[in-house]
């Protein structure tokens, strides 16, 4: 490697977004690096990465991160705009005393931390370890409250998620936590119950500069079970003004309690028809499925120009924002899908006419859970204008030890 190159650590991607954040950050005068490990990405985003230097480590472990960039000289930065792993990004660059986001997304990342800055936005919420689960008082909240979600702090894409409408599930609990899967770096010990609120999943998109935000619309989910299956954007036209104006009371709350002064978010809430309560920050990184290839497709920007300004915000603190259309935005839709049963996955065959965007976000022979356990049965995320993607992804087919598919969303 090139000594005199100023070097930017990238630890992992968005499913969409290797190449974009590669182009990016050699526009703003870097040489990117970055960092992967299989159980972090595979299929068309590693090979995106592996475009530019990519050195493979366990991007769990930041002891690891640092060994394996122990012989590079000339590093300024380290980053993640990859939602599991922004909190080892922000300790690398500590450990390397290099730049690195705003260190508060540590705490952003946790559900728990998040409620108790913003508890006039937040459902009704307990925390507790998996150690000492308060078993009789779980089941005293579901009698109270309804139904309830039990969910890691700090886990994602519904992994180790369960509903609880009876009190008498809450004895499940010990078995289950013990067998959630949640990785090591994603502190397996810190849950909470939380009132789950009855009404729709939208998020609200935009970022933070000099300690303000700026809102760049909503986002709608449809969701397979678990599996988040479809993001609409924008959405703004769906949620009512009572409810838009009290989700951006949230965030503009959320930014200023925590001192939060750049970066990116995808704020996520249950919104009912005149209220928005919030259920996960998403601070730091544009949202995840297409969101990154949506948001700019529906702005009128490229892909490039947007994650430039993700970069420059992270690194910089403020930057020049991009021409984001003031004209009425475009309707976009990206579409996670999957197959509805657990099989190994052999391939997507895509017909030659395929007007939307596509990510296959798996490694042939990998093993893959029917759509609707979590986001990890995603395959792959078609991103496009919405006209185009519903059509373009029921032509896919998908290729599996069990026979062919047509794609489940």
Same mark, same amino acid.
């Given at each position: 490697?090139?000594?005199?190159?100023?070097?930017?650590?990238?630890?992992?991607?968005?499913?969409? !977004?290797?190449?974009?954040?590669?182009?990016?950050?050699?526009?703003? !005068?870097?040489?990117?690096?970055?960092?992967?490990?299989?159980?972090?990405?595979?299929?068309?985003?590693?090979?995106?990465?592996?475009?530019?230097?990519?050195?493979?480590?366990?991007?769990?472990?930041?002891?690891?991160?640092?060994?394996?960039?122990?012989?590079?000289?000339?590093?300024?930065?380290?980053?993640?705009?990859?939602?599991?792993?922004?909190?080892?990004?922000?300790?690398?660059?500590?450990?390397?005393?290099?730049?690195?986001?705003?260190?508060?997304?540590?705490?952003?990342?946790?559900?728990?931390?998040?409620?108790?800055?913003?508890?006039?936005?937040?459902?009704?919420?307990?925390?507790?370890?998996?150690?000492?689960?308060?078993?009789?008082?779980?089941?005293?909240?579901?009698?109270?409250?309804?139904?309830?979600?039990?969910?890691?702090?700090?886990?994602?894409?519904?992994?180790?998620?369960?509903?609880?409408?009876?009190?008498?599930?809450?004895?499940?609990?010990?078995?289950?936590?013990?067998?959630?899967?949640?990785?090591?770096?994603?502190?397996?010990?810190?849950?909470?119950?939380?009132?789950?609120?009855?009404?729709? %999943?939208?998020?609200?998109?935009?970022?933070?500069?000099?300690?303000?935000?700026?809102?760049?619309?909503?986002?709608?989910?449809?969701?397979?079970?678990?599996?988040?299956?479809?993001?609409?954007?924008?959405?703004?036209?769906?949620?009512?003004?009572?409810?838009?104006?009290?989700?951006?009371?949230?965030?503009?709350?959320?930014?200023?309690?925590?001192?939060?002064?750049?970066?990116?978010?995808?704020?996520?809430?249950?919104?009912?028809?005149?209220?928005?309560?919030?259920?996960?920050?998403?601070?730091?990184?544009?949202?995840?499925?297409?969101?990154?290839?949506?948001?700019? %497709?529906?702005?009128?920007?490229?892909?490039?120009?947007?994650?430039?300004?993700?970069?420059?915000?992270? %690194?910089?603190?403020?930057?020049?924002?991009?021409?984001?259309?003031?004209?009425?935005?475009?309707?976009?839709?990206?579409?996670?899908?999957?197959?509805?049963?657990?099989?190994?996955?052999?391939?997507?065959?895509?017909?030659?006419?395929?007007?939307?965007?596509?990510?296959?976000?798996?490694?042939?022979?990998?093993?893959?859970?029917?759509?609707?356990?979590?986001?990890?049965?995603?395959?792959?995320?078609?991103?496009?204008?919405?006209?185009?993607?519903?059509?373009?992804?029921?032509?896919?087919?998908?290729?599996?030890?069990?026979?062919?598919?047509?794609?489940?969303?």
């Amino acid at each position: 490697m090139n000594r005199d190159i100023r070097k930017l650590v990238i630890v992992e991607s968005s499913c969409v !977004g290797a190449d974009y954040m590669g182009r990016a950050a050699i526009q703003a !005068g870097y040489q990117p690096i970055y960092l992967s490990s299989k159980a972090g990405s595979q299929g068309d985003t590693r090979a995106q990465m592996q475009r530019y230097t990519c050195i493979e480590c366990d991007t769990s472990s930041v002891e690891t991160m640092a060994s394996a960039l122990a012989g590079v000289d000339g590093i300024e930065a380290a980053v993640s705009f990859c939602d599991t792993y922004i909190m080892n990004a922000v300790r690398l660059a500590q450990a390397l005393s290099v730049r690195g986001q705003p260190a508060v997304l540590e705490r952003l990342k946790d559900k728990w931390e998040v409620q108790q800055l913003i508890l006039d936005y937040s459902p009704s919420t307990m925390a507790f370890e998996a150690n000492a689960i308060p078993v009789d008082e779980i089941r005293q909240f579901v009698r109270t409250r309804g139904n309830v979600i039990v969910k890691g702090r700090r886990s994602s894409g519904g992994l180790g998620a369960k509903y609880l409408t009876k009190p008498a599930q809450a004895d499940e609990l010990p078995q289950f936590v013990q067998n959630a899967g949640i990785p090591n770096h994603l502190a397996p010990d810190l849950w909470l119950a939380q009132v789950a609120i009855q009404g729709d %999943l939208v998020s609200l998109e935009g970022f933070v500069a000099q300690g303000e935000p700026t809102f760049l619309g909503f986002s709608g989910r449809k969701k397979v079970g678990m599996s988040e299956a479809m993001i609409l954007f924008p959405w703004d036209d769906h949620v009512s003004h009572k409810a838009k104006a009290r989700a951006r009371e949230a965030v503009t709350a959320l930014v200023r309690r925590a001192g939060l002064a750049s970066g990116y978010f995808h704020v996520e809430f249950m919104m009912t028809h005149d209220d928005a309560f919030v259920i996960d920050a998403n601070m730091g990184r544009i949202g995840g499925g297409g969101l990154g290839q949506q948001i700019a %497709l529906a702005h009128g920007i490229t892909p490039v120009a947007l994650h430039a300004h993700v970069l420059n915000l992270a %690194l910089e603190g403020d930057a020049p924002a991009p021409n984001f259309s003031r004209r009425s935005k475009k309707d976009t839709a990206s579409i996670m899908y999957g197959i509805p049963v657990k099989a190994r996955f052999h391939g997507v065959q895509k017909p030659a006419e395929f007007a939307s965007m596509n990510t296959v976000i798996l490694d042939e022979g990998e093993l893959v859970p029917a759509m609707g356990s979590d986001n990890y049965a995603w395959i792959g995320i078609a991103s496009g204008f919405r006209t185009d993607v519903e059509n373009d992804v029921r032509s896919l087919r998908i290729e599996t030890d069990r026979g062919e598919f047509a794609a489940a969303f």
